[in-house]
């Protein structure tokens, strides 16, 4: 189910899956021929590592799981959908690179804790 802090979902799980996570969930609706989604496969895992703990990246496969895909719409890949508390936050259309993907991430992720002031 999980590799390199990416988590594969399914339509049985999906729902209970991103409501009960306390961190946003970026779901990447791909599929196995589609270039771009590959290309993007890297990035995902680097990000992943990078956002331990403030963002779960997950994928959904469009050919395997037509239903979720019809459910968010999903017309091109690869479509990248963030929820937060089960809702969608933010959509990302296409392969970006990484450092555009990371910003449009940002604002919705947690900075962790604030340090001690120093006294």
């Given at each position: 189910?999980?590799?390199?802090?990416?988590?594969?979902?399914?339509?049985?799980?999906?729902?209970?899956?991103?409501?009960?996570?306390?961190?946003?969930?970026?779901?990447?609706?791909?599929?196995?021929?589609?270039?771009?989604?590959?290309?993007?496969?890297?990035?995902?895992e680097?990000?992943?590592?990078?956002?331990?703990?403030?963002?779960?990246?997950?994928?959904?496969?469009?050919?395997?799981?037509?239903?979720?895909a019809?459910?968010?719409?999903?017309?091109?890949?690869?479509?990248?959908?963030?929820l937060?508390?089960?809702?969608?936050?933010?959509?990302?259309?296409?392969?970006?690179?990484?450092?555009?993907?990371?910003?449009?991430?940002?604002?919705?992720?947690?900075?962790?804790?604030?340090?001690?002031?120093?006294?």
């Amino acid at each position: 189910m999980s590799r390199n802090n990416i988590v594969t979902l399914q339509q049985p799980g999906f729902d209970e899956f991103v409501k009960s996570s306390t961190i946003p969930v970026l779901v990447d609706f791909w599929a196995e021929w589609c270039g771009p989604c590959k290309a993007m496969e890297p990035v995902l895992e680097e990000l992943a590592a990078e956002y331990e703990g403030r963002l779960v990246i997950a994928k959904v496969n469009v050919d395997s799981e037509p239903d979720l895909a019809a459910r968010f719409g999903i017309m091109a890949i690869p479509t990248m959908v963030l929820l937060s508390e089960g809702e969608e936050v933010e959509r990302i259309r296409g392969a970006l690179p990484r450092h555009a993907l990371s910003d449009r991430l940002a604002k919705h992720l947690s900075t962790g804790p604030s340090p001690e002031p120093r006294t």
